[in-house]
């Protein structure tokens, strides 16, 4: 019983250690930064993905990479920055 006490108060510990946060964080010209775009991807399957130019957090061209998920939502995957020497 002595094994068990300790083991249970160590669940929360490891639980707290796991992160739900977005790698990446949607910046203004983002199509999720206000939350799912209006108009979904209706043609596009399942999985596919898709880019999209914007400014990043710094005024500098990027281009983000999205998939497209099974509710039809869109996942923000990467930013690339176009012109690294601005």
Avoid: N
């Avoid at 739900?20 to 993905?49: M, W």
């Amino acid at each position: 019983m002595k094994r068990i006490i300790p083991a249970l108060l160590l669940i929360p510990i490891i639980g707290g250690c796991s992160s739900t946060e977005p790698g990446i964080r949607p910046v203004p010209d983002s199509l999720t930064y206000r939350g799912q775009p209006a108009s979904h991807t209706v043609k596009a399957p399942v999985g596919s993905t898709f880019t999209h130019e914007v400014r990043d957090e710094f005024g500098h061209r990027a281009q983000e990479t999205y998939r497209i998920e099974a509710d039809r939502s869109v996942t923000l995957l990467r930013r690339d920055r176009i012109d690294p020497d601005d």
